[in-house]
T-cell receptor, first 114, second 110 residues
Framework: KAGVTQTPRYLIKTRGQQVTLSCSPISGHRSVSWYQQTPGQGLQFLFEYFSETQRNKGNFPGRFSGRQFSNSRSEMNVSTLELGDSALYLC?????????????FGPGTRLTVT | SQQGEEDPQALSIQEGENATMNCSYK?????LQWYRQNSGRGLVHLIL?????REKHSGRLRVTLDTSKKSSSLLITASRAADTASYFC??????????FGAGTTVTVRA
């Protein structure tokens, strides 16, 4: 099976812009979770989608949003980018809810906001 | 704040030695997971242990869970250079949100 893929792998944006990141889960996996990883805050949970429904959301402002499509592919969007949004954004898929199943992580999208 | 916290923050051992790291958490959990992250392979799942389990093994890895102390430990036996990585515990909570700790950085010296 192909692994979790994320596009793009690298992105440079300017403050105030918006960005959309994409994640394709492993075939058959219905849950997709998103995480932000920074040296200062570590790995922080953004949200989890299961069968197109947002099941959980982390403590991030409303500028961070996401969605999941019927084929389980997911996108996350960050609007009005701030310098502090510079991070590695990781997507993970699992057969069921992430809390109960091992997650398979993608390579991440490195976002730099200037 | 994070649900799980790993200890120690960093660990340096000789190849062939065992490495032990701990994870403490604050609220009751359904499951606890351990992950490894290195530059070459990204984040990889190691073991999931359920709240009603006390110990699990996978190859050279042994995980214990003590729900009364709200803590877990990960033991890597006979370490190899390839074990050099950061190790994270991930705990859920009543609302099934997964929370990762800050991680333990393990360096295995040849």
């Amino acid at each position: 099976k192909a692994g979790v893929t994320q596009t793009p792998r690298y992105l440079i944006k300017t403050r105030g812009q918006q960005v959309t990141l994409s994640c394709s889960p492993i075939s058959g996996h219905r849950s997709v979770s998103w995480y932000q990883q920074t040296p200062g805050q570590g790995l922080q949970f953004l949200f989890e989608y299961f069968s197109e429904t947002q099941r959980n959301k982390g403590n991030f402002p409303g500028r961070f949003s996401g969605r999941q499509f019927s084929n389980s592919r997911s996108e996350m969007n960050v609007s009005t980018l701030e310098l502090g949004d510079s991070a590695l954004y990781l997507c993970a898929s699992s057969p069921g809810l992430a809390s109960f199943h091992e997650q398979y992580f993608g390579p991440g999208t490195r976002l730099t906001v200037t | 704040s994070q649900q799980g916290e790993e200890d120690p923050q960093a660990l340096s051992i000789q190849e062939g030695e065992n490495a032990t790291m701990n994870c403490s958490y604050k609220t009751s959990i359904n499951n606890l997971q351990w992950y490894r992250q290195n530059s070459g392979r990204g984040l990889v799942h190691l073991i999931l242990i359920r709240s009603n389990e006390r110990e699990k093994h996978s190859g050279r890895l042994r995980v214990t869970l003590d729900t009364s102390k709200k803590s877990s430990s990960l033991l890597i036996t006979a370490s190899r250079a390839a074990d050099t990585a950061s190790y994270f515990c991930a705990t859920d909570s009543n609302d099934y949100k997964l929370s990762f700790g800050a991680g333990t950085t393990v360096t295995v010296r040849a």
